[in-house]
T-cell receptor
């Protein structure tokens, strides 16, 4: 069955460092991969989308990589700030279809 | 605020009662989705509408669950004969069907309705 794995343990990093979150998937051939941010008691907020034929995408302090051979995406936040503390969700989409399958999320805590 | 609106934010009910949640999507968005999220998990897809047509339902959506979007605008999700296992956050999202890849794949979520079944 399709499976999306994100590190279930919280990631604690020092302010100013780069946070790297991992998303691995199996039995899936996504056309697109997205990352969302979710704060407690709120719905997810879209951050970045990357297509299967793209290796890397950047937006301000955020960078996403997508390796379809390894079936893995890495999400980086550079110069992290306490305000970046949240749960980050990886999501996969198949081509031409709007159903989004989410991973379990990784909780990031940036320590001042 | 022109984002996705969900009501109520919290609902506490007794087992066996029926509950109904409402979602008002972003006004120009023609696609609407319902998800369920439990603690420590990502959102799980329940169902999807394009305009007023319900195009897919997850196997998670048992016969006790029904969703409608009668005029292609707001949507309701009803759970009949609630069970304790229905306790979760119910999230609604909307998106715009468009030729532009970027626009059509971004889903905008509401803050959710937290259901507690006692």
């Amino acid at each position: 069955s399709q499976k999306i794995e994100q590190n279930s343990e919280a990631l604690n990093i020092q302010e100013g460092k780069t946070a790297t979150l991992t998303c691995n998937y199996t039995n899936y051939s996504p056309a697109y991969l997205q990352w969302y941010r979710q704060d407690p008691g709120r719905g997810p907020v879209f951050l970045l989308l990357i297509r299967e034929n793209e290796k890397e995408k950047r937006k301000e302090r955020l960078k996403v990589t997508f390796d379809t051979t390894l079936k893995q995406s890495l999400f980086h936040i550079t110069a992290s700030q306490p305000a970046d503390s949240a749960t980050y969700l990886c999501a996969l989409l198949s081509g031409g279809y709007q159903k989004v399958t989410f991973g379990t999320g990784t909780k990031l805590q940036v320590i001042p | 605020d022109t984002g996705v609106s969900q009501n109520p934010r919290h609902k506490i009910t007794k087992r066996g009662q029926n509950v109904t949640f409402r979602c008002d999507p972003i006004s120009e968005h023609n696609r609407l989705y319902w998800y369920r999220q439990t603690l420590g998990q990502g959102p799980e897809f329940l169902t999807y509408f394009q305009n007023e047509a319900q195009l897919e339902k997850s196997r998670l959506l048992s016969d006790r669950f029904s969703a409608e979007r009668p005029k292609g605008s707001f949507s309701t999700l009803e759970i009949q004969r609630t069970e304790q296992g229905d306790s979760a956050m119910y999230l609604c999202a909307s998106s715009l069907a468009a030729k532009d890849l970027w626009a059509k794949n971004i889903q905008y979520f509401g803050a959710g309705t937290r259901l507690s079944v006692l």
